[in-house]
């Protein structure tokens, strides 16, 4: 009738996630001296974990999938540290770099630097620097192997301004980080969700943090990619290959306790603690005049087109997509994925290859004066196609999803859903891969994708355009 010390951590770490914690008592490291002139506050992880029902492979068993691959994501069900001191001065690199910074403009505090692809068949991540230090502390609360710097590309934090005031500024930000769930002798298994965002609320000295939220967003069914190197014994294969799902995680989210505050030392026998002090006991709580400000929406915006630029092309929903072509008479750019075309999970090792083309300026011109642009998730589709409400979109749907045959696929479309035109990500992915004997360039290819649906579609768009005109 007795527990070891290693079965009861798993259970403490649950228990302390739902007991109410007083702010800032913590027991005093004798080879971590307090720092009194700083403000503190406590963080708080809280951590759903992934529901591997949504993973695709789940629909096969996981048939072809080593039970011990995925030991690191099963084993993974609470925050490494549910609770965490931090320095208000640390979050120092959340500050505008300049004061007459508009709002929504945004700038990078870990910059989007590589353009290699790093290699995957690792498990520790390197030293972190140190912009990338705090954002390395905060992040490790839920699994201590995180990487700051993705493999793939669109990489780093960057942030924008929601709103100024005298004392204080509210900035939006969004991190692409990912995290190595095995160690030796698995192999890796990687853990990559869309994107980190949130909003912290701090004094223009950063002395004083009054608010701070991260978490990963959760609204869309499929937020997280996952890749697994493993080996291909059957086919007397010995070197590792990857392979790659998707899933959904319900909560992954970082809290302050509290805002920052002075803290002095108490004794009580044996134990040596920290309290807030009376004065900043009495911190001042009254609202704060914002004397300019921008919504949430517009700044996670700015923050997207800034990770991604080939969001300066609107993409809409598919049905409404269809709608708007059918308007102004044009074909629709509709691109069919797993994932979220504005993830840092949709396109794998692609991802970099989607930023260079669909972010290109000639790319940009076509598509926003010749174009209708779209993504859609399959899932989605197929939840389309199975409404029986509308037969119309049933019908669209069905469309898209006849021309699906790979991870990522760009159709191009009439307005009654009828496709001219389609590339795979895979088909533009190989051609980059050869850009390297400087035959041709992955944008060209896109280019000429585009404009051959163009001349394809020519007959039926002008017919229509022409028919319009007689009834007029």
């Excluded at 859609?376 to 049933?394: A, C, P, R």
Aim: proline share 6%.
């Amino acid at each position: 009738m007795y527990i070891n010390l290693e079965e009861f951590k798993p259970d403490a770490k649950k228990l302390i996630a739902v007991t109410s914690i007083s702010i800032l008592e913590e027991e005093v490291s004798q080879s971590s001296p307090l720092d009194l002139s700083e403000e503190k506050f406590s963080m708080m992880a809280r951590f759903q974990p992934l529901l591997r029902e949504t993973m695709s492979k789940s629909n096969n068993g996981f048939l072809g999938v080593s039970h011990l691959t995925l030991s690191g994501l099963r084993n993974w069900t609470v925050p490494d540290e549910v609770l965490r001191l931090f320095s208000a001065r640390q979050f120092f690199i959340f500050l505008p770099p300049k004061e007459e910074l508009e709002l929504g403009e945004p700038w990078w505090i870990i910059p989007n630097e590589l353009e290699e692809h790093l290699p995957s068949n690792r498990f520790y991540p390197p030293r972190s620097s140190r912009r990338e230090d705090l954002i390395y502390k905060l992040l490790s609360m839920f699994h201590p192997r995180l990487f700051v710097k993705t493999r793939f590309g669109p990489r780093g934090t960057v942030a924008c301004l929601m709103a100024t005031s005298d004392l204080y500024y509210a900035v939006a930000f969004r991190i692409h980080a990912e995290f190595q769930l095995n160690e030796p002798p698995l192999l890796p298994f990687w853990f990559s969700p869309g994107q980190f965002t949130g909003r912290i609320i701090l004094s223009k000295d950063s002395s004083h943090v009054r608010d701070f939220k991260l978490f990963v967003p959760n609204h869309k069914p499929l937020n997280v990619e996952m890749e697994w190197l493993y080996q291909d014994e059957e086919n007397g294969n010995s070197s590792s290959e990857l392979d790659v799902d998707i899933g959904y995680l319900p909560q992954m989210e970082l809290e302050s306790w509290g805002p920052s505050v002075l803290t002095e030392i108490h004794k009580k026998g044996k134990i040596t603690y920290r309290r807030p002090c009376d004065q900043s006991s009495q911190l001042v709580s009254e609202d704060i005049v914002w004397q300019q400000e921008i919504s949430w929406e517009k700044a996670a915006w700015q923050l997207g087109v800034a990770m991604y630029p080939f969001l300066k092309v609107t993409y809409l929903p598919p049905i409404k997509a269809f709608e708007q072509a059918r308007t102004e008479n044009k074909l629709v750019h509709s691109i069919v994925l797993w994932g979220s075309l504005d993830d840092q999970s949709c396109f794998g090792p692609g991802q970099g290859l989607r930023d260079i083309v669909l972010g290109n300026s000639l790319i940009l011109t076509l598509l926003k004066n010749s174009f209708i642009s779209s993504w859609s998730q399959v899932h989605e589709l197929h939840e389309i196609q199975n409404n029986q409400d509308n037969e119309s979109h049933q019908k669209l749907a069905e469309l898209l999803l006849e021309k699906y045959d790979s991870p990522v696929k760009m159709l191009l479309c009439l307005p009654n859903g009828t496709v001219v035109h389609d590339l795979s990500a895979d088909d533009l992915y190989q051609v980059s891969e050869e850009r390297s004997s400087g035959l041709v360039h992955p944008v060209m290819v896109y280019k000429q994708f585009l404009q051959e649906g163009l001349f394809r579609a020519r007959p039926f768009l002008h017919r229509k355009a022409g028919s319009s005109c007689e009834r007029n």
